[in-house]
C-alpha cells in the first residue's frame, strides 16, 4: 500500500469518469443494489450495464451527520481513501457502488480501514 503511496506517476486526483452520477443510478442502486456494512461505512454496489466499463463510485454523507463543512470532510476522505485502494478492484467487471459514510466523527485510518475492507469484501463477492 506504501508503495501505491509514493508512486507519483499515477494522479493525485479521482478522474471524474470514475464517478457516479444521475438520480436514475442512484435510485436504481438504493433499490436494486446489495449492500456491505462496516463499522464506518456501508457500501451498495450492483453490476453494472453489460456496455459500461470499469468501477464507478460515489460517495455519501447524509445531513443528519452534521453541517455543511463536516459532510463536505467524510466525503473528501472517503473519496481519498478509494482512490488509494482502487486497484483492489483492477480486473473486475464493472460496477457502480456507493460509500455511505455512519459516523461524522471517524477518524481518517478508520475510514481508510474500513475502505480496504469493504473493497476486498466485494472484490470476493463479484469473483465469487
Not at 494522479?11 to 442512484?26: E, N, V, W
Not at 435510485?27 to 450495464?49: H, K, W
Not at 473528501?76 to 460496477?95: I, K, M, Q, S, T
Request: hydrophobic fraction near 40%.
Amino acid at each position: 500500500m506504501n508503495a501505491d503511496r509514493n508512486n507519483r506517476s499515477r494522479p493525485l486526483t479521482l478522474p471524474r469518469s470514475s464517478i457516479l452520477r444521475g438520480q436514475a443510478r442512484f435510485d436504481r442502486l438504493f433499490r436494486e443494489g446489495n449492500r456491505i456494512p462496516a463499522r464506518t461505512l456501508d457500501m451498495r454496489y450492483r453490476m453494472a450495464d453489460e456496455s459500461e466499463t470499469g468501477c464507478l463510485f460515489a460517495f455519501v454523507a447524509a445531513k443528519r451527520l452534521g453541517t455543511a463543512v463536516v459532510r463536505n470532510r467524510l466525503k473528501r476522505h472517503l473519496r481519498e481513501a478509494y482512490r488509494l485502494n482502487r486497484h483492489l478492484l483492477d480486473g473486475l467487471p464493472a460496477v457502480e457502488a456507493v460509500l455511505v459514510a455512519k459516523r461524522a466523527d471517524a477518524a481518517w485510518a478508520d475510514l481508510e480501514a474500513d475502505c480496504v475492507r469493504l473493497l476486498h469484501q466485494l472484490r470476493e463477492r463479484l469473483t465469487a
